[in-house]
């Protein structure tokens, strides 16, 4: 839910600053950025408050009103501008303002002075930080979750304002017309008791019969943030469940990133359902309507009957925890395994047994889906993870973190390359590793973008020596720290860690990992899942027995199947088409004594 108001900013300190020891990094001569500090242009933005604020100011500027600025920053070409500002470490005192001028670091642009006059739409969001007492002994300021998945544009409490209409011109030098004052008059309420709650959708929901939320309250995440902290729960239950109460129940886990709701996948009683907000129709039917599909095919019989989970699980750095245990992000691996997933079964009469319980899930989601399984191999009998992310660190999306020296750009004796950071499935080039990172900077210091690369440093570096995680490298240079890699490699390279124990994680393992990939993935995805293959076909006593899947010219989000689907076919029919290939295994594997039958009916 968005809110509109006037332009009303916080003032932050200039620490946010471009580093005399980057300047010749970045390309900017000492002539050029000397003239642009030069300039009169700047915004003062002020925030009404009462007492000391922590957070960080992100100022957009764009040329268009809608949609409003705030959403419009991406980390492709097509971004509007964006800039910058953390409050001071003491924290912003009542009445003064936070700063935007010609050192703030600024993207794609680098600086105020690099926007060409004209007329712009400015907006500005003040994300406001909590302090968090971690039980390490450490106290760090970090955004938490509002129950909006870690949206810094949404998220309830931040402040912002109606977008304003200037006119702009980095040549103006006279600082009175050069200044503009800006004041973010406008909160952004809670999602409590609307229609983005959990908890109200689930006894809104139609399908309430089969759709069951559950809030539960993590010990092990809540000792580590030393605050109460939350897994949300969404089950769908079989059908019959509540005709068959002696039936007991594999479980199939959901990997995904955070929604609201059950996750991506639809599940609508009724075409009408899907029409407020989907696809289908009365008039294209099921065949138009993959939500209301899959409540078809879940309630007659066409499916297996198991429980299906999916976990939410946003965090202070992100929308999702990546499901293992980590050193900055705390134990979700422990809290969802060893917490969250028994007490679901106990519940909900799953079998809670290893063999009885399969993951799957695409990119963020594919990621966990493999890492669960080999994390965890005892606890789970198969994984099919679509669009994994990087499970080979010398494919780091497009950056070898072993090999290269910096992530940014690669090096001739006369020529370089800028690093590509997303693609089009024909190969065009739409956004650098470099300004993706840039793109974060703006939106969080100290990994608090809440966006990718930081949740991924967030969850595989260790704690650095400021309290926040370790840069794997520097966010503005690209220079690869290569220790911080070494531990990266040791705790969370999945290809590495295979080849390291397979010994001990093989026999767990065999037969249970299926990868689908499209080979014109929008991350360079398939790189890394090509080297796993590789890895894993070379291995022995016993040999992987893993399935791989590759999609031509297919983009992220390919999830395998038959070559004749459509990338839309493909992704709306994937449960129906894993469900009974887990189940199928499952069966196979069960050991002597299982309960085989109770489900099957």
């Not at 004041?183 to 809104?204: C, F, H, N, R, S």
């Not at 690369?453 to 720290?481: C, E, R």
Request: hydrophobic share 35%; net charge negative; glycine share 10%.
């Amino acid at each position: 839910m968005r809110l509109r108001s006037s332009l009303s900013f916080l003032s932050l300190s200039s620490s946010f600053g471009l580093p005399a020891s980057r300047r010749l990094a970045l390309g900017l001569s000492t002539l050029l950025f000397s003239a642009a500090a030069a300039s009169a242009q700047r915004f003062e933005v002020t925030l009404p408050a009462t007492s000391t604020l922590h957070g960080h100011l992100i100022l957009v500027i764009s040329k268009k009103e809608t949609p409003e600025p705030r959403n419009t920053l991406s980390e492709n070409y097509l971004s509007e501008q964006g800039f910058g500002v953390d409050t001071p470490e003491a924290g912003l005192a009542p009445g003064k303002p936070l700063i935007v001028d010609t050192k703030t670091i600024g993207y794609p642009l680098d600086s105020l002075s690099a926007i060409p006059a004209g007329d712009y739409y400015v907006q500005a969001v003040f994300n406001v930080y909590e302090q968090f007492h971690l039980s390490t002994g450490v106290n760090l300021w970090l955004p938490p979750d509002k129950g909006e998945g870690q949206h810094w544009n949404r998220k309830p409490g931040n402040l912002y304002n109606v977008p304003v209409k200037i006119h702009f011109d980095p040549k103006v030098q006279d600082p009175k017309t050069g200044t503009y004052k800006l004041t973010l008059d406008q909160v952004i309420p809670p999602i409590e008791g609307t229609d983005q709650d959990p908890v109200v959708m689930a006894a809104k929901d139609p399908g309430a019969k089969w759709l069951k939320y559950v809030r539960f309250r993590s010990e092990k995440l809540s000792k580590f943030w030393g605050r109460d902290m939350y897994l949300g729960a969404w089950v769908l239950l079989p059908d019959g469940f509540e005709e068959h109460p002696d039936a007991h129940y594999p479980l199939v886990v959901y990997q995904d990133h955070f929604h609201a709701g059950f996750g991506p996948l639809p599940f609508h009683t009724t075409l009408e359902a899907a029409g407020r907000g989907g696809r289908g129709s009365r008039r294209g039917g099921a065949a138009s309507d993959p939500g209301y599909k899959f409540f078809q095919d879940w309630t007659s019989g066409r499916l297996p009957r198991v429980l299906m989970l999916y976990v939410q699980n946003a965090n202070p750095y992100y929308d999702d925890s990546y499901a293992v245990d980590s050193a900055n992000v705390g134990p979700y691996g422990a809290a969802i395994n060893e917490e969250l997933i028994p007490a679901i079964e106990k519940q909900f009469r799953g079998i809670g047994q290893g063999w009885a319980r399969a993951t799957f899930g695409g990119s963020t989601g594919g990621w966990e889906a493999l890492a669960t399984q080999v994390f965890y191999p005892d606890l789970y009998n198969g994984t099919y993870a679509a669009c994994p992310d990087p499970v080979d660190f010398h494919a780091y999306q497009n950056i070898d973190l072993y090999d290269d020296p910096n992530a940014f750009v690669r090096k001739g004796d006369f020529g370089e390359v800028a690093v590509g950071g997303d693609r089009k499935p024909d190969g065009t080039v739409i956004a650098t590793a470099g300004g993706e990172f840039r793109f974060e900077y703006v939106l969080g210091t100290h990994t608090r973008s809440t966006e990718q690369w930081a949740i991924w440093q967030a969850v595989f570096s260790p704690v650095g020596p400021d309290g926040y995680p370790a840069d794997v490298l520097d966010p503005l240079t690209g220079v690869i720290d290569k220790k911080i890699v070494a531990y990266w490699h040791d705790h969370y390279d999945i290809d590495a860690i295979l080849k390291r124990d397979w010994a001990t994680l093989g026999p767990k393992l065999e037969g249970k990992i299926h990868i689908a990939v499209g080979d014109g993935d929008t991350y360079f995805l398939n790189n890394a899942v090509h080297l796993l293959q590789n890895s894993l076909e070379d291995t022995q006593h016993p040999h992987a027995d893993a399935a791989f899947q590759y999609g031509p010219g297919m983009p992220h989000c390919y999830t395998g199947g038959p070559s004749e689907y459509t990338m839309q076919q493909n992704h709306d029919t994937w449960p129906q088409r894993v469900l009974p290939l887990m189940t199928e295994h499952m069966l196979k594997t069960a050991p002597a004594g299982a309960d085989t039958t109770s489900w099957r009916y």
